[in-house]
T-cell receptor, first 115, second 110 residues
């Protein structure tokens, strides 16, 4: 089992460019999440998908869109990148978001720089 | 608003020392998580607890629900324990998922 995989690992964009971060999990989890991690701040939730076919905004959704392509895959799209979106992005999954006691498994992260 | 505070922010210790990292939160919770982030960046779940105490090898996590406080202890610390340790909580009825602390950066010197 690969767990949670993310591509790419690194990306440099110019302001205004678009890109999609890919995430896949092979643990048959229902719920998936996108976080961003910035220096001096805790992980912050961008969007989550409680189950296939649903997506919801988290704490910092502005400037992002997501797609839950199927049960395995959850992508994050930046339509017009801005320097404020320079961050490390983590995808995570869990058995079921609605269960309060559920462990999250994280991908390796994508380090994105927007110039 | 749910807030999660960790202390200390940075900790440097000698190999073999007993380490304690603290986490305080402001609302009632259903679960508290301790995570480890290594210098390479990957994040691994260490513990998930809602009461009492859990132990894995040299790591011990405790929680006091009434005081809204948790501690992570490392016994016989080793340089490979050097990492960022992150506390996260899920609020009761938590529709917004986990709230994360900023992390404690631990360095264990040989």
């Amino acid at each position: 089992n690969a767990g949670v995989t993310q591509t790419p690992k690194f990306q440099v964009l110019k302001t205004g460019q678009s890109m999609t971060l890919q995430c896949a999990q092979d643990m048959n989890h229902n719920s998936m999440y996108w976080y961003r991690q910035d220096p001096g701040m805790g992980l912050r939730l961008i969007y989550y998908s409680a189950s296939e076919g649903t997506t919801d905004k988290g704490e910092v959704p502005n400037g992002y869109n997501v797609s839950r392509l199927n049960k395995r895959e959850f992508s994050l799209r930046l339509e017009s990148a801005a320097p404020s979106q320079t961050s490390v992005y983590f995808c995570a999954s869990s058995v079921d978001y609605r269960t309060e006691y559920n462990e999250q498994f994280f991908g390796p992260g994508t380090r994105l720089t927007v110039l | 608003k749910n807030e999660v505070e960790q202390s200390p922010q940075n900790l440097t210790a000698q190999e073999g020392e007993f380490i304690t990292i603290n986490c305080s939160y402001s609302v009632g919770i259903s679960a508290l998580h301790w995570l480890q982030q290594h210098p390479g960046g990957g994040i691994v779940s260490l513990f998930m607890l809602s009461s009492g105490k859990k132990k894995h090898g040299r790591l011990i996590a405790t929680i006091n629900i009434q005081e809204k406080h948790s501690s992570l202890h490392i016994t016989a610390s080793h340089p490979r324990d050097s990492a960022v340790y992150i506390c996260a909580v899920r609020a009761l009825g938590g529709a917004d998922g986990l709230t994360f602390g900023k992390g404690t950066h631990l360095i264990i010197q040989p």
